[in-house]
Structures are given as structure tokens and as C-alpha cells.
């Protein structure tokens, strides 16, 4: 895919709790294998997703010169030729964040699924600005290099995609609805789809 397309996929993945367990040796057994691992120096765990894709959009601008950087969940597939057709016809937008945007409640009850611990920073309604669904969104390089330069100061949320959204709020930044990203469903053009 990377010498026929020009798209590089990794699974990107961080370390066990336990350092150097046998999950992590049979993550970097499997790597020596396959290089189809970005190991990123975190703890995996559920409630470290924020950084953990923090951290891979900063490595990733680090490590490959690329136009786009996307983000996808491991339950998700992807038709790699409508990203690439898709992707390619943005090249002209230097500051470019795009996804199946929406926006919602934030959930202040402990109990919620999506609790965002610090709702209060919301406001009084309560209701999230809009960003790209969590399942796949992408960012143009120049927003990567953002992200990788600022990581130090770039606040998370509870969320993954709402943090992401929150640090290009304030940015001259074009946000793009792409109905294309919206992964719940497969229909005909679709980039992805959950498995």
C-alpha cells in the first residue's frame, strides 16, 4: 500500500502496564515481523485514549512527511482508494480537519458512558462544539506539525475526538462535514465502515 497508493498504515498501540510483560514482548515480537506497529511510549489503557492519539498524530508528523494524517478505530474498515481520491482532493486546503462532524451533550452523571469529567468547562447548556466523530477523522500536516510542536501544552478530554476538535477551535482551521467519514453505515462512495 505504501509503494502503490503512497499511504502508510500502521497499528498504533502503547505499552502494557506492566513494562516489558509478556504482552509487550509479543507486541514487539510481532513487530520485528510485520513493522506494521507504531509503539508509542504510554500505557494502553481505555481511559488514555485522548493522549494515546495525542501522541500518535505528534510521532506520526515527527516520523513521516506527509499531507494527511487520520486517525481510525480498530473496528472500522476502510476503502483505501476513496480515502486516497478523497484526501487528494483537499490538497489545497493547508489547515484542514475532516470528519463526520457532529456535536452534543456533554454528561456531567458519573454513571454515563460518555462522562466528560470536567462538563463544567462546557458551559451552562452543556453541549460540545462540533468535532469529527471518533471512529476515523483526518488532519492536513500542517495541524499535525501543530499538534506535535504543542503536545506539551494540548489539553485532553475524556474523549479522543473531543479533545481533538477543542485544540483547533481558536486556529484558522477549515472544518469539513464529510458525510463520506461517517462510518455507522456503509453506502455506496463511503470511506469507511464498522466491522
Known amino acids: ?4 497508493k503512497g499511504i502508510i498504515s500502521r497499528f498504533v498501540i502503547g505499552r502494557s502496564g506492566n ?3 509478556s504482552l509487550d514482548r509479543g507486541i514487539d515480537n510481532e513487530n520485528g515481523l510485520t513493522n506494521d506497529f507504531m509503539i508509542l511510549d504510554q500505557v494502553e489503557a481505555p481511559k488514555e485514549v485522548p493522549a494515546k492519539a495525542k501522541l500518535f498524530f505528534a510521532h506520526a508528523a ?5 499531507e494527511f494524517y ?3 478505530n480498530d473496528d472500522v474498515y476502510v476503502n483505501i482508494d476513496t ?5 487528494a482532493s483537499h490538497l489545497d486546503k493547508p489547515r484542514i480537519y475532516m470528519g463526520c462532524m457532529k456535536s452534543g451533550e456533554v454528561f456531567s452523571e458519573l454513571s454515563h458512558k460518555w462522562y466528560e469529567p470536567e462538563w463544567w468547562k462546557f458551559g451552562d447548556k452543556k453541549s460540545y462544539f462540533r468535532y469529527a466523530s471518533g471512529e476515523m477523522y483526518v488532519i492536513s500536516r500542517a495541524l499535525a506539525k501543530f499538534v506535535s510542536i504543542n503536545r506539551s501544552i494540548l489539553r485532553t478530554y475524556a474523549h479522543d475526538d473531543v479533545s481533538i476538535g477543542s485544540w483547533f477551535i481558536g486556529l484558522d482551521v477549515q472544518h469539513l462535514d464529510e458525510g463520506k467519514f461517517c462510518c455507522s453505515t456503509w453506502s455506496t462512495g463511503a470511506i469507511c465502515s464498522g466491522v
Do not use: I, S, Y
Open 19 to 21: 513494562r516489558g510483560d
Open 1 to 4: 500500500m505504501e509503494n502503490e
Open 62 to 66: 515527527d516520523k513521516w512527511d506527509a
Open 83 to 87: 480515502l486516497g481520491a478523497t484526501l
Open 70 to 72: 487520520a486517525k481510525v
